[in-house]
């Protein structure tokens, strides 16, 4: 960065980090300049010695080091420490006479004297040159060393800040805060009492310790609460439920003595134990008034929640007499000296000490319940009321809930008048009434609301380090209680970032939730706890917290905290006035007195004085000193140890007057330049300053001194105005709840940027005292936080403003700041006269948009110190002109709504209550006639009005608000009519609006426009307003996506639709909700659901609701879908006009309930008819046939459980008219029905044997039949004919043509084609086309549908194939492969059909329809189901030859001629070709999938035969090879050889007399395979090949070509059909001779079949002798 500095001369040493010493505060004092090589980074001092870091990160030391071997010739010349040479440092530290450096890779390097074990080595007294000392953590296996930020030197001790944010310690005395027994502490240890915190800051005095760590946040709430003690694991609290309250018990002693804080745990004092049990209390005193810190009781802890009962044990008392929290020793009580807790008296006598510094009035002691002073009981309210106050107070100020239900506000107020600063945040009074609370409630869309207002980060950063603290406690306590109070329970929410819109939780902002902690000696009340008894535990200052310090400072014997506020609090020893300020007792933090409008940024303590450097009234930085006076000469005396001295010395030193009274201006500090670091230690003070190169540090000097002034005046109007006003008894009476609301909204978002404002200016400060660059500025990284901030404090202000706020907070304010707004006016730096309170107010609100200009113009200045075409300049330039852009965007939106007031303020009363909205902001209105409405009545009053929300068009009484999201407006087309119209669509009206001239009409159409816009883009009320003149045109776009409640009567009254909008009508993807609970989600067309969607509709009767996803069209269901009823039946196929119809299946019931049943078929308009297959699962029937109506009626088969077979006629759901019963045993009934198995009428009854009887028959089946007629047994003399004739079935079910039909016309119908085969080809193939791609769209919505293989498929298919022209062997080829994956995918309409019918034909033939009988009707299906396919295939490839149509091969290579896929080419035809039929081309996509119900019907048919032949073939394949080869009668020639007598070919298995299964074993195989194929074609390929290996295998025997005869042939192939062993042989054969491809029958292939088909018959016949 230097670099690009425009100076010529090279700033290295001269400019920077130049270094002055100094003693004491006298006006004779001047500066001396130590001269170094380089610019000085830091500098520690001890008492007679000093070290110094300088770029590069070498360490010099300067003054007395008794510890160097040889002594120094001039001490006060700095000396280079060689042994750290090839070391970077980092950081420094020195304590009195030692010193410490940190190096980059976090290495720590000890010197100087070591006889308290303070440089960490042991063994030595001294050590002379800076050494390495390790810190190694033994926790972590393996020991690891742990690298360290920052050290901190004391007099017999050293801490170490590790990177983890853990406190390190070594060395002597109780500052340690080790739980060590033995001094010194050679080995640096870590500080377990600080283990989990994040240490921001470690200090050290003489003899004590501080530390600064970052509060616990939401970010920390992970950490498990720790109810067991660390040290002895026992439960530290535990709880007991009496009826009315819990009894918190947290008297945990622990043996290893430890003090356990809050963040462990714990309640801070036993008061919620003793308060509960109700015992009368001593009165705390409480905080201290005028100087706004607060007086902790005892310890310092939180003086709300430390009330000191007494308790009948002795020990309980005087531990919580000094605060000693609730794990402490006790046994420690009886030691008075050594311990750290005082006896009884000591605490008596201080109390009264403290309380004669209080300007508040003490209540009397025995108040009902033993409330403290802060809470009174107002009347004796009974136990439970003091019961449930002093549970409140103990457990923590959070419950603002609490005080509500407890009214506890007023006495609040009485005992806290509003300038009194708040005790430490204790009690958070509450705004307004319930009414208030509730309006809070509501509104919860405001991110961060607050209940309580008291300091609007404090508190409630406190009161969730609370929460924290007491895991479970609040919620185990006060509801019972709070119930029992009989209130209800308010939200209580903070008004405050902790990590929300800041983002603090980056660690890039510097964090002001901090906490104070001090441990060590005590003598001169240095640790801050208002005693001066020493801690050997790190404790919290509790009086620090909520005071946002960042920094802490050490001197000998007295503390340090600076605030993000620049003020300085300080405590310890006052012997010289070191402190700043002369009140007693010290022993707490106090404010130093600084002169007003001085704003300290850095501090440093020395052995009796204090450094400060401030911020004055010109940008040059000055200095103050505070403390001894030092004499020339008088140095060694001075420096003796200081604990020597006693009271009488102080005093004769304060009259003596050789010290401050208050902090005094060193004059000579403006000669310093830009002081950036002050530094003090023994009695020496150091500045380091820098020179103004180019203007570069002073603008950055301004930069953070312009900051730290904002924050400043931020926190004031915060305490001085904010938290008074919200305070006000009349508050909530005056604002009304609406305005109240958005109040504590516009307080909250106000806290939000004065906090952001407080870390920036934190962070600011920090980059001064360290790098002094442009790469660390917050603003320049983060500018984006900041403009959010400004952006949304401005709306919420914009809101209160438009609703009148200021107004309405007149009248309070005046009540309050009474007749003489001086306060007032001084902070909103308002220059009128007597200005009004309601302008007084705004401009003290609108105070941070001033700032803004600030930021802009001070980056600019610091541009300016770069080179034009650096990256620095690049990017102040950029932030520069985003602040600067932004404050004229902030201007425009106040300037909205000062506008938008004052029409409300002249708009007509009535509507303005309900059109009067916070975020609504006015555009344009129409009173100056400028618009009037078409065909408008002559009498009516028509006036626009525009808001960026909404057009309202009021009349005389009414008014109608039409939301911007939905409003279309176009202008109409003049065409010399005079007439300036423009047309305005919303989604239920649409009107004409007619301007008064061209420039009104486009002035309208410009503003609505661009209203509409900003209303789409949600930037409703962030962007530049109409009135400005832009004159761009904007279009919003038609189709947009919004909201909408239709209002009209009609289908879609009161309902709510969200989605997207074409031209005012629903269009796209949306939801609509109606009132009574119907809702459908998805697509619309042109304002009506269409396309896919899902609809849920309650059914009031069972409670459920009706379920429908699927398709639709013109705001009815159309298409496929599915429609789960409430009643629990399912319905899934197609719909249309929101009526079932087309193909379908209903569902109903679960199989336990009353009639589980399915229904599969074709609907119309709702109602079952045409053919439709009914599965009546309880009665065990299925039912196959025609319907009307949901009737059964016309032709049908019906078969059970029970094997029972009809076939006939149905009427009115009855069987009725003639028809054919069967029952499993073959007997037959042919003839009338009257009903279901009801014979009536003429028939004839055949047995099982043949006999049969014909005549009149009455009655049911299987319960006795009435017959009247004649008997016939025909076969009784020619026996030799076949016995019985058998019923010819088939006549009088539905023709297989007919099934099914609704399913072929809905494939025909998505390809575009009203009837079969009637319709465009090319618009069948964009149909196909459009359908998969929209499919794919809707799965891709859900990809967890879709596998990659399926999508891989999807894709493929999206092109159409070549489907015109000649076709030969390959595009045939494509073809097949083309509807194999078509009917793969059931996004294709072929595959959606092959789909259905898969489903239907299951349905259908499986369960209670796998009967024998159905067998020829399941072949006639699927040859049906071929030929309607083929027929569409056909349409779609209109060049394809018809069934049995040839296609040439291609005779170029005749050797290709028979590929193995091709089974069905007929090797001998005369000519290559194939011969087209639907079977070859669609049976292997369609069988695989019917194959299983399919053969389980064909294994059923021939079950007899195939036993009979299984029978035979377990019989034979006992026998071994040559008996059985021998009785089939295969001829010698073909048996395998046998040589006994010679050993067998490697390989070979020896074929013996005995062997089984070896011969033609290939051949076998082969056959096996012919049950793992599906269609005929593949199982007659099986049996080719298992030709050809029989015929391999003779021909290796006969060592020459063969040809068969059937005589040998016959006998060999019989052997190899009995070894296969196939089990269902049958079946196989039925099968393949039923579906075989009819032009193969003639073939190779035909005659290979019948050879296995006499085989199948010759083993079933097979005599075995």
Not at 430 to 444: F, K, Y
Not at 461 to 467: C, N, Q
Not at 1424 to 1432: M, T
Request: glycine content about 8%; proline content about 6%; some cysteine.
């Amino acid at each position: 960065m230097e670099t690009q500095r425009k100076s010529s001369v090279d700033d290295g040493g001269g400019e920077r980090g130049l270094l002055h010493t100094w003693r004491g505060y006298s006006c004779s004092v001047t500066p001396e300049r130590l001269l170094l090589p380089r610019p000085v980074l830091q500098v520690a001092l001890g008492t007679r010695h000093g070290v110094l870091l300088v770029e590069g990160g070498q360490v010099y030391s300067f003054g007395e080091s008794p510890w160097k071997q040889s002594q120094v010739p001039e001490p006060e010349k700095p000396t280079l420490e060689s042994a750290l040479g090839g070391q970077r440092v980092v950081a420094i530290a020195a304590g009195s006479f030692h010193s410490g450096a940190v190096t980059e890779d976090g290495g720590v390097h000890m010197w100087g004297d070591n006889s308290s074990g303070q440089c960490g080595l042991s063994g030595l007294a001294t050590v002379p040159n800076p050494t390495p000392v390790a810190l190694m953590d033994s926790d972590a296996s393996p020991p690891q060393t742990v690298p360290v930020l920052e050290l901190a030197c004391g007099e017999q001790h050293t801490l170490a800040l590790s990177a983890q944010r853990e406190v390190w310690a070594w060395g002597s005395g109780s500052q340690l805060g080790l739980n060590a027994a033995v001094f010194p502490v050679w080995k640096p240890q870590k500080v377990e009492h600080l283990a989990g915190r994040y240490v921001l800051q470690v200090a050290c005095g003489a003899s004590h310790s501080l530390a600064l760590l970052r509060c616990l946040g939401p970010q920390d709430v992970q950490r498990p609460p720790v109810d067991k003690c660390r040290q002895c694991n026992q439960l530290l609290y535990t709880m007991t439920d009496k009826e009315d309250h819990v009894i918190i018990s947290d008297g945990h002693y622990c043996p290893l003595g430890v003090e356990l804080t809050e963040d462990e745990g714990l309640l801070e004092a036993p008061a919620l134990a003793q308060g509960l049990k109700t015992s009368p209390s001593e009165p705390v005193l409480p905080s201290q008034t005028s100087t706004s810190m607060s007086s902790a009781p005892a310890d310092g802890a939180d003086s709300s929640t430390d009330s000191t009962h007494h308790q009948d044990s002795e020990k309980e008392k005087s531990a919580t007499a000094n605060g000693a929290l609730p794990g402490s020793d006790h046994s420690a009580l009886s030691k008075v000296k050594n311990s750290p807790y005082p006896d009884e008296q000591a605490v008596k006598d201080y109390l009264k000490k403290l309380s004669d510094n209080t300007q508040v009035e003490q209540t009397g002691k025995g108040t009902a319940g033993g409330l403290h002073t802060l809470l009174p009981s107002s009347a004796p309210g009974g136990t439970l009321n003091s019961l449930v106050a002093s549970c409140a107070s103990a457990v923590g100020e959070r419950v603002a809930s609490t005080y509500e239900a407890l009214s506890l506000k007023k006495m609040m107020n009485f005992y806290l008048p509003s300038g009194a600063a708040r005790p430490g945040g204790a009690v958070s009074a509450i705004v307004g009434d319930n009414t208030a609370e509730r309006v809070r409630q509501e509104d919860s869309t405001q991110a961060k609301k607050s209940s309580s207002t008291g300091d609007i980060r404090e508190e409630e950063a406190e009161g969730l380090r609370r929460r924290l603290s007491l895991p479970g406690l609040l919620s185990q306590v006060s509801p019972r209680l709070l119930r029992k109070a009989g209130r209800p329970r308010m939200r209580a929410v903070a008004l405050t970032p902790l990590g929300g819109a800041v983002p603090e939780a980056q660690e890039v902002f510097p964090t002001l939730q901090t906490e104070v902690w001090s441990w060590g000696n005590c003598d001169h009340g240095q640790l801050g706890h208002g005693d001066t008894l020493a801690r050997l535990q790190p404790q919290c200052i509790k009086s620090l917290n909520n005071k946002e310090v960042v920094r802490v400072a050490a001197g000998a014997h007295h503390s340090l905290a600076l605030t993000a506020q620049s003020q300085v609090f300080s405590w310890g020893s006052n012997s010289c006035g070191q402190l700043g300020h002369m009140d007693s007792p010290s022993t707490v933090p106090r404010l130093a007195k600084m002169s007003e409008g001085i704003r300290v940024w850095d501090v440093s303590a020395g052995e009796k004085h204090t450094l400060l450097l401030a911020d004055g009234d010109c940008i040059q930085p000055i200095i103050y000193y505070s403390g001894q006076q030092v004499k020339e000469g008088a140095e060694e005396s001075q420096a003796k140890e200081p604990g020597q001295q006693d009271g009488g010395e102080e005093e004769e030193q304060r009259l003596g007057g050789g010290y401050t009274q208050q902090p005094v201006l060193l004059p000579f500090c403006m000669n310093l330049r830009y002081v950036s670091n002050v530094f003090a230690g023994g009695q020496r003070c150091v500045a380091l300053s820098d020179r103004n190169v180019m203007g570069f540090i002073a603008s950055l000097h301004e930069l953070a001194s312009a900051e730290r002034k904002y924050y400043c005046k931020l926190c004031n109007v915060k305490t001085q105005i904010i938290r008074p006003l919200l305070e006000l008894e009349s508050l909530s009476s005056a604002l009304g709840p609406v305005v109240l609301g958005l109040l504590q909204t516009l307080v909250g978002r106000f806290s939000l940027l004065c906090h952001l404002t407080g870390q920036h200016a934190a962070s600011l400060t920090a980059n001064l005292r360290r790098g002094r660059d442009v790469k660390s500025l917050l603003i320049l990284d983060h500018t984006g936080v900041f403009i959010d901030a400004y952006h949304e404090y401005c709306s919420v202000l914009g809101n209160f403003q438009v609703m009148g706020g200021f107004q309405t907070l007149t009248k309070p304010s005046l009540d309050f700041f009474g007749k003489s707004p001086e306060l007032l006016q001084k902070l909103s730096e308002c220059s009128e006269e007597n200005p009004a309170m309601s302008d007084l107010l705004m401009a003290l609100f609108y105070l941070p948009t001033r700032h803004l200009h600030e930021y802009g113009r001070l980056l600019l200045k610091l541009a300016t110190c770069f080179e034009v075409c650096s990256d620095d300049y690049q990017k102040l330039q950029d932030s520069c002109s985003k602040f600067e852009a932004l404050s004229l965007q902030l201007k425009r939106k106040r300037k909205d709504a000062d506008y938008t007031f004052h029409f409300w303020k002249s708009f007509p009363g009535k509507m303005t209550d309900s059109l009067r909205k916070p975020h609504r902001r006015l555009i344009c209105e129409s009173s100056n006639k400028a618009l009037t409405l078409q065909n408008a009545g002559r009498f009516s009053v028509n006036w626009f009005i525009l808001f960026t929300d909404a057009l309202v068009h009021a009349q005389f009484s009414t008014h109608h608000v039409f939301p911007l999201a939905t409003l279309w407006v176009e202008p109409i087309p003049e065409e010399n009519t005079g007439i300036y119209g423009l047309k305005v669509i919303t989604p239920e009206e649409t009107f004409t609006l007619l301007a008064s001239s061209p420039m009104e009409k486009a002035k309208w159409l410009r503003s609505i426009n661009q209203a509409v816009d900003q209303a789409l883009s949600g930037a409703g009320q962030d962007t530049a307003s109409i009135s400005s003149g832009s004159s761009q045109k904007l279009e919003p776009p038609t189709s947009r996506t919004a909201s909408y409640t239709f209002y009209k009567d009609g289908r879609m009254k009161e309902a709510t639709y969200d989605g997207r909008w074409l031209n005012g009508k629903p269009n796209g993807r949306g939801v609509l909700k109606w009132p009574d609970g119907r809702i459908y989600t998805g697509t619309f067309k042109n304002g009506l659901e269409d396309g896919f969607g899902e609809y849920v509709a309650p059914n009031k009767t069972l409670n459920k609701n009706d379920h429908y996803q699927g398709y639709w069209k013109d705001g009815k269901m159309h298409g496929l879908g599915t429609y789960r009823y409430a009643s629990g039946e399912v319905y899934d196929g197609s719909f249309q006009d929101s009526m079932r119809h087309g193909h379908g299946m209903l569902r109903s019931g679960k199989l336990n309930t009353s009639s589980p049943s399915v229904f599969i078929g074709q609907w119309l308009q709702d109602k079952k008819t045409g053919y439709g297959v009914f599965d009546d699962i309880t009665k065990g029937e299925k039912y196959m046939g025609m319907w009307q109506d949901h009737l059964r009626q016309g032709t049908g088969v019906v078969v059970t459980q029970f094997g029972l077979y009809y076939e006939g006629a149905f009427k009115d759901n009855k069987m009725m008219g003639s028809g054919i019963l069967l029952s499993e045993d073959d007997t037959t009934y042919e003839g009338e029905f009257s009903d279901d198995w009801t014979l009536n009428g003429k028939g004839v009854l055949t047995m099982a044997n043949g006999d049969y009887l014909e005549g009149s028959f009455s009655g049911e089946w299987g319960s006795g039949l009435k017959v009247a007629g004649s008997y016939f047994k025909p076969h009784l003399f020619d026996s030799d004919k076949d016995k019985a004739r058998p019923v010819k079935l088939g006549r009088l079910c539905v023709c297989a043509e007919d099934k099914w039909q609704a399913v072929f016309d809905e494939c025909w119908t998505q390809l575009g084609c009203e009837a079969p085969g009637r319709g465009e080809n090319w618009k069948a193939w964009e149909n196909i086309a459009v359908a998969l791609t929209t499919s794919r769209r809707h799965i891709e919505d859900s990809p967890e549908m879709l596998s990659r293989s399926h999508s891989k498929t999807l894709e493929s298919l999206e092109v159409i194939p070549q489907h015109v022209g000649p076709i030969h062997m390959e595009r045939y080829n494509t073809i097949r492969l083309y509807l194999i994956k078509a009917c793969d995918t059931p996004l294709h309409p072929l595959g959606r059909l092959v789909e259905t019918l898969v489903a239907v034909y299951r349905m259908t033939y499986v369960g209670v329809g796998a009967n024998r009988r159905l067998l020829p009707q399941a072949v006639k299906e699927i040859k049906s189901y071929l030929n309607r396919i083929f027929q569409i295939v056909r349409f779609l490839f209109p060049d394809l030859p018809e069934e049995g149509g040839l296609i040439p091969e291609p005779t170029t290579n005749p050797q290709d001629k028979k590929e193995p896929g091709s089974a069905d080419a007929p090797l001998d035809s005369p000519k290559p070709c194939r011969v087209v039929s639907s079977s070859a081309l669609l049976l292997p996509v369609l069988l695989p999938r019917l194959y299983p119900p399919l053969f389980t019907l064909y294994a059923l048919d021939k079950e007899r035969e195939d036993d009979v032949y299984w029978e035979c073939v377990l019989r034979l394949n006992k026998q071994p090879d040559h008996a059985l080869l021998a009785f089939l009668g295969v001829q010698q020639k073909f048996w395998p050889v046998s040589i006994p007598d010679s050993v067998p070919a490697p390989g070979e298995k020896p074929v013996l007399s005995s062997t089984k299964d070896t011969c033609f074993a290939s051949a076998v195989e082969t056959l096996q395979q012919i049950s793992t194929t599906f269609t005929p074609s593949d199982k007659l390929q099986v049996i080719q090949l298992t030709f050809e290996e029989i015929t391999q295998e003779v021909q290796s025997l006969l060592k020459q070509d063969f040809l068969w005869s059937m005589d040998d042939l016959f006998p060999v192939f019989l052997y190899v059909v009995l070894r296969a062993r196939i089990r269902n042989l049958g079946s196989e054969v039925s099968l393949i001779e039923d579906l075989m491809d009819p032009c193969v029958q003639h073939g190779e292939h035909g005659i290979m079949f019948t050879t296995l088909k006499a085989c199948y018959y010759q083993i079933q016949h097979e005599k075995i002798t």
